[in-house]
């Protein structure tokens, strides 16, 4: 902002002197050199004249020769015979009609203002052959341009660099003061916790990365506590979830057991009848709690998974195998087919598998059995590979999700149906266990609704980047 007004300064004189026929600042300095030189070779003339034959001064032709070649390099002689002024240059006149010549010739100063311009005076004094005093006053110009070109044009400088700072001024302050201004007002916004606003980026260069680096950390804030203020909101829904669950069991217990007590339960069938349902609630809350605990300790990341390279039709085959005995037992039919002829190899846990399959399983049983007796239960699993992932498909028969709860039947505590009912909707962790297991193994996890009705889950996971001997799986199944 220093410099750049001197340098625009200099590049406008020069244009200055180019449109005045100057195309060079080295031409105006030839002109005044010439001047003056031109001026000296007329002086020697004089001087001549003045000692060797000064009545060529009373000549009208050779004085006024003389005088016209003296004005064409701005000078002129003022010439006095016995103290009074007998010849004044035209030029002159013309210059400074108003002038006082005698009193300017009785007082001659060293400087002297003739109309725009300054002029050098010198004093030569002489005697006419007659033995009259002679005396000339020698006026030169002293400088090329006008007198008022100085002020004028060191007002003309300061404005024009005044002007250019002012531009200057307002250029940065777009492309610098504005943008930091911005952040300076977003930093207070965020000061005063408001992460909403978003920084738009409007400079360049360090500014410009600035502006983003800063809207880049306002963005991770803002996720940081929004996660903060939804780990807060699942908190209280955990809270609340677990104070439901665990109070409908126990109230039933304590109910059934006061029944025992006050002798309600009077017969044996009934003490019987009473409790198996105390036991049956108690296994329920035991289930829950045992669920709360996985949950919570998947959910802090404190669980560690056994990874193991298998072959996972082998491995589902071998589990469906155990599971099919208790399926038919509840009136489901369990059937399995592989759509890839070789071994598809994972890397995965095989514990915590199974718990995900089970759990899957367990919830198509479950809102399988609410159609009733009627229609044949069934559950169909499906291994295929595709790429770098090995799918599983689960379909029931069971009437499928309604639309509007796929997105969140994933979710911790969850139920398709609100009425939180133990016998039905189960404890609303078992698909949050499936989804918080899957992720650790690098997979995805997703349910949709069946061409032909029924609900289909399907999971993705990553095959095994490196060959590996592959573990035995009687291993897997002995566990």
Same mark, same amino acid.
């Given at each position: ?43 020697? $003339?004089?001087?001549?004249? *003045? ?19 003296? @004005? +064409? ?24 009609? +108003? ?65 250019? @700072? ?40 360090? *500014? ?43 109230? %039933? *217990?304590? @109910? ?64 469906? $195998? ?15 087919? %592989? ?39 069934? *559950? +169909?699993?499906?291994?295929?590979? $595709? ?5 599983? $498909? ?47 193994? @690098? ?37």
């Amino acid at each position: 902002m220093t410099i750049v007004p001197f340098i625009l300064m200099i590049a406008f004189m020069m244009f200055v002197f180019y449109a005045g026929g100057m195309q060079d600042i080295r031409q105006y300095i030839e002109i005044e050199k010439s001047e003056k030189m031109s001026q000296m070779l007329i002086y020697g $003339e004089l001087s001549y004249v *003045i000692e060797n034959d000064a009545d060529k001064l009373n000549q009208e032709n050779y004085l006024s020769d003389l005088q016209a070649r003296l @004005g +064409e390099q701005w000078a002129g002689l003022l010439i006095a015979k016995d103290g009074k002024v007998m010849s004044v240059p035209a030029f002159l006149l013309e210059l400074s009609p +108003e002038q006082d010549w005698q009193a300017l010739f009785d007082n001659p100063p060293d400087k002297a203002s003739l109309g725009l311009f300054r002029f050098e005076t010198d004093v030569f004094g002489f005697q006419y052959p007659d033995g009259s005093e002679g005396e000339i006053l020698l006026l030169r110009r002293y400088d090329v341009v006008p007198l008022f070109w100085r002020p004028v044009g060191a007002a003309i400088g300061l404005a024009f660099v005044a002007l250019t @700072g002012l531009l200057l001024t307002y250029f940065v302050s777009r492309s610098i003061i504005r943008p930091i201004h911005q952040l300076k007002t977003a930093a207070l916004q965020i000061k005063d916790g408001d992460l909403s606003q978003r920084l738009v980026k409007t400079g360049k260069g360090e *500014i410009g990365q600035l502006s983003t680096a800063f809207e880049a950390m306002r963005i991770r804030l803002k996720q940081s506590i929004d996660q903060s203020l939804q780990y807060e909101e699942n908190r209280k829904q955990l809270l609340s979830h677990i104070s439901h669950d665990l109070k409908t069991p126990i109230s %039933a *217990i304590k @109910g059934y057991v006061e029944g025992i007590m006050d002798g309600i339960a009077n017969t044996d069938e009934k003490r019987e009848r009473y409790m198996q349902t105390i036991y049956r609630k108690a296994s329920d809350m035991d289930q829950l709690i045992d669920e709360l605990f996985l949950f919570s300790k998947l959910d802090l990341q404190t669980v560690a998974f056994d990874f193991k390279v298998l072959d996972i039709k082998r491995y589902l085959e071998h589990f469906l $195998e155990e599971q099919r005995f208790d399926l038919e037992k509840s009136g489901v039919k369990l059937t399995y087919s %592989a759509l890839a002829k070789q071994s598809i190899m994972i890397a995965a846990d095989p514990d915590k598998l199974s718990r995900v399959l089970t759990n899957i399983l367990n919830n198509c049983v479950k809102y399988m059995g609410q159609e009733g007796e009627d229609g044949e239960k069934r *559950i +169909e699993v499906t291994i295929q590979q $595709e790429e770098r992932y090995a799918v599983i $498909e689960l379909e029931d028969s069971g009437p499928g999700i309604d639309e509007e709860d796929l997105p969140y039947i994933f979710d911790r505590f969850y139920r398709a149906e609100q009425s939180r009912n133990s016998e039905t909707g189960g404890s609303g962790l078992g698909l949050a266990i499936v989804k918080q297991i899957i992720e650790g193994h @690098g997979g995805v996890v997703w349910a949709e609704n069946a061409i032909n009705g029924g609900a289909r889950f399907i999971l993705k996971l990553p095959l095994a980047t490196t060959p590996k001997a592959v573990t035995e799986h009687e291993e897997h199944t002995d566990h």
